[in-house]
C-alpha cells in the first residue's frame, strides 16, 4: 500500500500528514523526538493491509506542519491536536491511537480525555504515567534524561543542537538506538527540523513540561488527563536497550494500565524500535488491534 502525503487542518494549525489507505476505522500515529512522520514508514501500510485508514500527522512545529501562532507545547496541546485531528479526518469509536515518546505522551492523554474516539491504543518508549513517575525519581533515569534539563536553557541549547546540521541530534539516535544505522530517519529530521523556528518549537516540548515556558490554563483538562491511564486496553512496547528511557521501567508497564493491557519488551533494539524492528513491532501491533 503506498504512503501519500496529504495535509488537514486542525484546531487552526494546517498539519502535514503521511497517510496509507482511504477506508475503514482510523489509526492516528503520533512520533515523538527527534523524530518525524516517517518514523511510521513501515507501520502505515501494514495498517492499511490490515482496513484501517492510516495517518501519521507531522505533529506541532515540526515542518512541513506549521510552526503554531499560538506557541503552546504543553501536553495539553498535543492532546487537543490529538481529538481536533480526530474530528477533522471523521473519526469515529473505532478509531486506534498509535504513539511513541512525545506521540505516546499525547495518546495517553488523548485515550483518557475522550475515551469514546477510540478502541484501542499502542504506546511506545515512554512508559504509562505510573511507571514513568517512579523512572524519574531514581539516580539512573535522570543521567539518562540529562538532555530535558539542558533544553532548558533557551537560546544556549537552541544553538548547540542546531550546530553541525543537527549533529546532537545525530548523537540522541546514537546513544538510544545502539548499532541502528539512522541516515534516513536523520534525513528526514533534519529536513524537519532544520529551520531555527521549527527546533525551538521541538525543544519547547520540554520546556513547556519542566516550567520554563508558558503553559495555557484553558487546557487544564486536556493536560491533567495525561495523568492517568487510558481506559482502553493498551498495549505498550519498549526496546531492550533503549539509551533514553531504561527497559527496566517498561517490565511492569502492564500493572500500571487498565484491564486487557500488555506490555512487551522488544528484544535487539533501541529507542526507535519501529523502525530497527519493523516487521516484529508490526506483528505485535496488529496482533493486538485484531483482538
Known sequence: MPIEQTTVEAGGIRFACLTAGDRGPLA???HGFPDTAHGW?????ALADAGYRAVAPFMRGYAPTEVPADGRYQTGALVRDVVEMHEALGGDGDGVLIGHDWGALAAYGAASFEPQRWRRVVTAAVP???????AMTTYEQLKRSWYMFFFQIAGFSDAIVGMDDLDFVARLWADWSPGHDS????????ASLGEPANLAAALGYYRATWGTAPVDPALDAEQQAGAHPPPQPTLYLHGRDDGCIGAEFAEDAATHLSPGSESVVVEGCGHFLQVERPDEVNRLVLDFLAR
Open 41 to 45: 514508514r513501515h507501520l502505515l501500510p
Open 183 to 190: 541516515a534516513e530517519d536523520l534525513a528526514h529530521v533534519r
Open 128 to 134: 504509562p504515567p505510573g511507571a514513568m513517575a517512579a
Open 28 to 30: 492516528l500515529c503520533l
